[in-house]
């Protein structure tokens, strides 16, 4: 049997070398003919680069080629713009000047038919100035005949009184010639209206020659700005017809560019499709080089992959035992976390119980805890020691100020703290009537104010009756830093003094107990009233507030106490 398991294990052994021996020439093969494709892989990518600088530089020299002619066809196509608008400003102006020499020409023909108009009104009027210059010629002669004829008359009636005898018989003469004169004063009268006339033919006439010279004036104005259009008209003409010429020779330039740049683009379509041909054959030689690459590194990373299995198996085993190991020092480091952080609680209720007392109580830390036969670290009542450890406050009793022993379950919810407070204390139980019973207030005003019970648990002895003496006397012997809040009861204070509201879930909080100051003697239960010992009990309103020397400046003051009845 040992000796056909040492046959086994030779030839197991055997199978194992002549397995690794050929997995190493494989390997070796592998790699020498992936040295090979990587040679080849690097001669290809050389050569494709080359391609790729000179297919880059072939396409720069394309993109230069053609934003050259771009530009040209930008530029050659912004001055035929301007041509083209030049000549359409001329075109516009060139029918402006038109309409304006239509217009001259219009306002020319009105202004010559007024010309001949006044022409021929100058000629009638030349006629009748004439034809009056006859008439009066005539006059003239005729009152030159008529002054004749009056000399003649002066010298007949000069002789007419020496010679009378002639005058009869020059009667009839003188009746011939009585109608000469009446036809003389007539045509002087014609003369006179003649006259006035030719005066008033000579202004118009002055008026047509005034007229006739500003049309004259305005013809020759009118001829000078059309012959002035007319040379405008010419050069623009000519402009035009310049601006022709270039727009034919530079369509005959975009048409010779647009030609170059399709021939251009025909042999750089031609080269591209040549190297792109050559590429894509490239291309297939690399994909061909890639698979063979490809298949050499499966079967590479098959060897490496069972390598990497014992790899991992070992690895997993060390994170296994390394993440017990974090996982023990984990859990150490939180349980010394917990510890601390409980002992860091215990220290903060400590501290803030204190803080209460002090802010709360100016007598807590001046009177030991010593109440009820107890030492300062004595047993206490368990319901009274969840309550002022869980609820952080203090306990009514305001001349008692030795300092307690924090809970450890401050961290626990209301609720259960609780159902916790709720387990009997260890002198036994208390009913929940007498618990609420001892902090019921009595707030009658003629009456003194005394608590039902001492404490939790325990009701006093009979006794002889109090003597009319402040309680807190014994401690008024050194100097209180702070006056005493508003008492509610004498021992005890208000359940709303020193508990805030419940604002949290959960069962209702008890409320707050009172305990006496004395130990158990043999005294009544109930003191006999004694009027102005206490000062009155404060308005509901103001139970809550701080004494006057220790409100802040924000609050308002609080109430004064009524003044004591006098006994």
């Known amino acids: 049997y040992e000796g056909l398991e040492s046959s086994l294990k030779e030839a197991s052994f055997d199978k194992e070398s002549t397995e690794a021996q050929s997995l190493k020439a494989t390997y070796e093969n592998l790699a020498r003919s992936k040295s090979e494709l990587e040679d080849e892989i690097l001669l290809l990518e050389k050569e494709l680069e080359e391609e790729r600088a000179k297919h880059s530089e072939q396409d720069d020299l394309v993109k230069t080629t053609v934003r050259i002619s771009e530009i040209n066809k930008e530029r050659l196509m912004g001055t035929i713009k301007d041509a083209l608008d030049e000549n359409a400003e001329l075109q516009e102006s060139h029918e ?137 008209q010419a050069s623009l003409q000519s402009e035009i017809t310049q601006f022709e010429n270039e727009k034919q020779k530079l369509q005959q330039k975009l048409q010779v560019m647009t030609e170059l740049y399709q021939e251009n683009e025909m042999k750089l379509h031609r080269k591209l499709t040549v190297e792109e041909n050559y590429r894509l054959e490239k291309e297939k030689k690399l994909c061909k080089v890639k698979e063979r690459i490809s298949y050499a590194a499966e079967e590479l990373e098959t060897c490496r992959q069972r390598a990497k299995d014992l790899e991992e198996e070992l690895e997993r085993t060390i994170h296994s035992y390394q993440g017990q190991l974090v996982a023990r020092t984990c859990e150490r480091n939180l349980n010394d976390l917990r510890k601390e952080n409980a002992h860091n609680r215990q220290k903060l209720t400590e501290a ?145 003094y020193f508990s805030p509201p419940n604002d949290f879930p959960g069962p209702p909080r008890l409320p707050f107990p009172g305990r006496n100051v004395y130990p158990p003697r043999g005294f009544p239960p109930y003191i006999p009233p004694r009027a102005g010992f206490f000062p009155r009990p404060p308005h509901p309103e103001s139970r809550r507030e701080l004494p006057p020397d220790l409100i802040p400046p924000s609050k308002e003051p609080a109430a004064e106490p009524p003044e004591t009845q006098e006994t």
């Open 96 to 232: 402006q000047l038109s309409q304006g020499a239509e217009v001259m020409n219009e306002k020319v023909n009105e202004l010559n038919k007024q010309k001949v108009k006044f022409e021929e009104s100058n000629v009638q009027a030349e006629q009748d100035l004439q034809d009056k210059d006859n008439q009066i010629k005539s006059l003239e002669e005729s009152l030159l005949k008529m002054k004749v004829w009056t000399d003649v008359f002066g010298e007949d009636i000069a002789d007419d009184g020496n010679l009378d005898w002639e005058v009869k018989s020059d009667l009839e003469n003188d009746a011939r010639l009585g109608d000469q004169p009446k036809g003389a004063l007539k045509r002087l009268i014609h003369a006179v209206k003649l006259n006035a006339s030719l005066k008033a033919l000579e202004g118009e006439r002055n008026q047509i020659y005034t007229q006739l010279s500003e049309v004259d004036k305005t013809t020759e104005d009118l001829t000078e700005r059309i012959r002035s259009w007319e040379s405008e």
């Open 352 to 496: 803030e119980l204190k803080l209460e007392r002090l802010e709360k109580d100016p007598f807590a830390l001046d009177v030991p805890n010593t109440a009820f036969g107890r030492g300062p670290r004595g047993p206490e009542n368990l319901l009274d020691h969840q309550m002022n450890t869980e609820r952080g406050e203090l306990s009514c009793d305001r001349l008692s100020g030795a300092p307690r022993a924090p809970s450890d379950k401050s961290l626990s919810p209301p609720w259960e703290q609780d159902r916790r407070m709720m387990a009997p204390p260890p002198d036994g139980p208390v009913s929940s009537e007498k618990q609420s019973n001892r902090n019921d207030t009595k707030d009658d005003r003629g009456n003194s104010k005394v608590p039902d019970s001492p404490g939790r648990g325990f009701v006093p002895p009979p006794g002889p009756p109090v003597p009319p003496v402040d309680p807190r006397s014994q401690f008024m012997g050194r100097a209180c830093p702070f006056p005493p809040p508003p008492p509610r009861n004498i021992y005890g204070a208000p359940p709303d």
